[in-house]
């Protein structure tokens, strides 16, 4: 089965959202449709043969940065490497048009995430105390994308 790596469209935005509510409840970080707008954002897309988008990531490039505001995949297909090879595409991309790091925040107690980033060569960079609004405190990771 094939898949393919793409810039999303607004013909995504139900599946956008649907994997978006899955990954991170019913209260989303911010309206799918205005990430496609902007003009700063690079939303990507894993779109798989007979299964349709299965994950996605949102990338703000700021200055000479990228920021992942969001990564997710959908329920039924986790653990198939779609992340990871979705946040690599993303970087080898920002890599090469300038781009000389990337960082997140992330829960601590989100453990599937932090293993992945780790995994990727992110390092923890700071603390943000109670960053969410339940309290939690956010994981500030860093990815250099320039060697030296
Ligand atoms: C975090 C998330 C994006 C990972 O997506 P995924 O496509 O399942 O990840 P991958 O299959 O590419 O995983 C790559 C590696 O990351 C690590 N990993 C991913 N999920 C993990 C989990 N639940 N527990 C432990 N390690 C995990 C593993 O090292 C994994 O490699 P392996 O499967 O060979 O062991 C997914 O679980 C998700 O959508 N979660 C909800 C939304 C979210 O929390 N997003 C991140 C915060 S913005």
């Given at each position: 089965m094939s898949a393919v790596i793409r810039a999303a469209s607004i013909e995504d935005l139900a599946a956008l959202s649907q994997i978006e509510v899955e990954g991170?409840?019913?209260?989303?970080?911010?309206?799918m449709a205005d990430e496609l707008a902007r003009s700063w954002a690079r939303v990507l897309v894993v779109d798989v043969e007979?299964?349709?988008?299965v994950a996605y990531v949102v990338a703000w490039r700021v200055a000479d940065e990228v920021e992942i505001i969001q990564v997710a995949t959908r329920n039924d297909a986790r653990r198939e490497g779609h992340a990871r090879r979705l946040l690599d595409h993303a970087f080898e991309e920002a890599r090469a048009q300038g781009f000389v790091r990337v960082l997140l925040e992330v829960r601590p107690s989100n453990v599937g995430a932090v293993t992945l980033y780790r995994a990727m060569g992110f390092t923890e960079l700071s603390r943000r105390e109670r960053?969410?609004?339940?309290g939690e405190d956010a994981l500030v990771m860093a990815l250099r994308l320039t060697r030296g």
């Amino acid at each position: 089965m094939s898949a393919v790596i793409r810039a999303a469209s607004i013909e995504d935005l139900a599946a956008l959202s649907q994997i978006e509510v899955e990954g991170f409840g019913a209260q989303p970080h911010s309206s799918m449709a205005d990430e496609l707008a902007r003009s700063w954002a690079r939303v990507l897309v894993v779109d798989v043969e007979a299964r349709g988008v299965v994950a996605y990531v949102v990338a703000w490039r700021v200055a000479d940065e990228v920021e992942i505001i969001q990564v997710a995949t959908r329920n039924d297909a986790r653990r198939e490497g779609h992340a990871r090879r979705l946040l690599d595409h993303a970087f080898e991309e920002a890599r090469a048009q300038g781009f000389v790091r990337v960082l997140l925040e992330v829960r601590p107690s989100n453990v599937g995430a932090v293993t992945l980033y780790r995994a990727m060569g992110f390092t923890e960079l700071s603390r943000r105390e109670r960053y969410y609004d339940d309290g939690e405190d956010a994981l500030v990771m860093a990815l250099r994308l320039t060697r030296g």
